[in-house]
């Protein structure tokens, strides 16, 4: 069966530092994966999507990248963490070698700027 | 405007009631897919509608997309607390079954 990790599950980080999130999948190749952003009072923003190694794309422009080292890996990232960055983040994955049209998603990272 | 409109936004049952959430689009639904969220959770995927006129069911929940395949409701029957949650609809409203649309989601609450 296919399952998505998400770590770590929550983090709190002052304003101006790093971020790094990952999101990794097991069960399938080639899956499309997605980074979305859940605020508070607000519905899922897709930040970033990618359909293969080294292919992303960017839905919202901020301070805010993504990276996909390897097929099923995922990763959130930004140099410098604003306040306005806090929020619940959800990865998910789709497609891949069950060819699903539906997107799985991962437990999700809270992250709070301080 | 949000393109996917999602009501009530919020909603408060007594368990055994019936309930109906909408989600309506400004544009033709290539793909309906409806997802439930307990708070500080992921998503997990219920069902997905792709035809005008088409109707799933799961369990006491039932899903339909209209003829039109702008507007899709979800219906669940004698409600029990574990349907309590946030019950989100997500759309491709571009036909490539890659990037959905979500609505900003409706909060259940199923009291005793």
């Known amino acids: 069966s296919q399952t998505i990790h998400q770590w770590p599950a929550t983090l709190v980080q002052p304003v101006g530092s790093p971020l790094s999130l990952e999101c990794t999948v097991e069960g399938t190749s080639n899956p499309n994966l997605y980074w979305y952003r859940q605020a508070a009072g607000r519905g899922l923003q897709l930040l970033f999507y990618s359909v293969g190694i080294g292919q992303i794309s960017s839905e919202v422009p901020q301070n805010l990248s993504a990276s996909r080292p390897q097929d099923r890996q995922f990763i959130l990232s930004s140099k410098k963490l604003l306040l306005s960055d806090s929020g619940f983040y959800l990865c998910?994955?789709?497609?891949?070698?069950?060819?699903?049209?539906?997107?799985?998603f991962g437990p999700g990272t809270r992250l709070t700027v301080t | 405007s949000q393109e996917l409109e999602q009501s009530p936004q919020s909603l408060i049952v007594q368990e055994g009631k019936n309930l109906t959430i909408n989600c309506t689009s400004s544009k033709t639904l290539y793909g309906l897919y409806w997802y439930k969220q307990k708070y500080g959770e992921g998503l997990i995927f219920l069902m997905m509608l792709q035809k005008g006129g088409e109707e799933k069911s799961h369990e006491k929940i039932t899903a339909k997309l209209d003829e039109k395949k702008q507007q899709s409701s979800l219906h669940i029957t004698a409600s029990q607390p574990s349907h309590a949650g946030i019950y989100l609809c997500?759309?491709?409203?571009?036909?490539?079954?890659?990037?959905?649309?979500f609505g900003t989601g409706t909060r259940l609450q199923v009291t005793l």
């Open positions: 997500g759309a491709d409203m571009a036909g490539t079954a890659s990037k959905l649309t």
């Open positions: 998910a994955w789709s497609g891949g070698n069950w060819a699903t049209y539906e997107q799985y």
